[in-house]
């Protein structure tokens, strides 16, 4: 098991950016970031595992907005967003330890196994 807890959302103006932190309770290989709007399934939106940055999947809404990255050293997940726009608003779940192969269902949320209680994510136009 791991413990997972998301900080950092917020209210913000379209065009402006946001990081949100996943504190974890220990490493696992395969984490990632995803989010669900209201009256939406949960989706992928960036995932992370192993180290260096050869095994980072991003959705294609999001790529080259955001930038996840993790600091082993102090046990935390974070992703920067930035040109955010109202499709974007969502909660935001920070996830971890891969039930499935990561390199064909990184993105899928049934992959992840531990979930965190979410943050929300509120941009305005």
């Known amino acids: 098991q791991v413990q997972l807890e998301e900080s950092g959302g917020g209210s913000v103006q379209a065009g402006g950016s946001l990081r949100l932190s996943c504190r974890f309770s220990r490493f696992t290989s395969c984490m990632g970031w995803f989010r669900q709007a209201p009256g939406k399934e949960r989706e992928g939106v960036a995932t992370?595992?192993?180290?260096?940055?050869?095994?980072?999947r991003y959705a294609e809404s999001v790529r080259g907005r955001f930038t996840i990255s993790r600091d082993n050293a102090e046990n935390t997940l974070y992703v920067q967003m930035s040109s955010l726009t109202p499709e974007d608003s969502a909660m935001y779940y920070c996830?971890?330890?891969?039930?499935?192969?990561?390199?064909?269902?990184?993105?899928?949320?049934?992959?992840?196994?531990?979930w965190g209680q979410g943050t929300q994510v509120t941009v305005s136009s």
């Open positions: 996830a971890a330890w891969c039930q499935r192969e990561y390199a064909r269902y990184a993105l899928d949320p049934s992959t992840y196994k531990n």
């Open positions: 992370i595992a192993g180290s260096g940055t050869g095994n980072i």
